[in-house]
């Protein structure tokens, strides 16, 4: 699942993340960041969700073999996918 949230540049630095890239972290870090963190959006995605959306539109097919927590992220992507 993607998080999104704006905020100052100032604070990416701070925090010790790259402006525009993606970073894996664990869920510690994950709950860290959300208690600084102000309004985001919480939508399915990833590399491999976003390249099989992609064969999909394109008219191919593909499957997703993998496992989905049961928490609020888990449903929102078997929500959205």
Do not use: P, W
Request: hydrophobic share 40%; with cysteine; net charge negative.
């Amino acid at each position: 699942v993607d998080v999104l949230s704006f905020c100052e540049e100032e604070k990416i630095r701070e925090l010790g993340l790259r402006k525009s890239a993606m970073t894996l972290i664990d869920e510690a870090t994950a709950e860290s960041l959300y208690r600084q963190m102000g309004v985001s959006t919480e939508c399915s995605g990833g590399s491999v969700a976003n390249t099989l959306a992609g064969i999909a539109q394109l008219g191919g097919r593909g499957v997703f073999i993998g496992k989905v927590r049961d928490d609020q992220l888990g449903k929102i992507f078997r929500h959205d996918m």
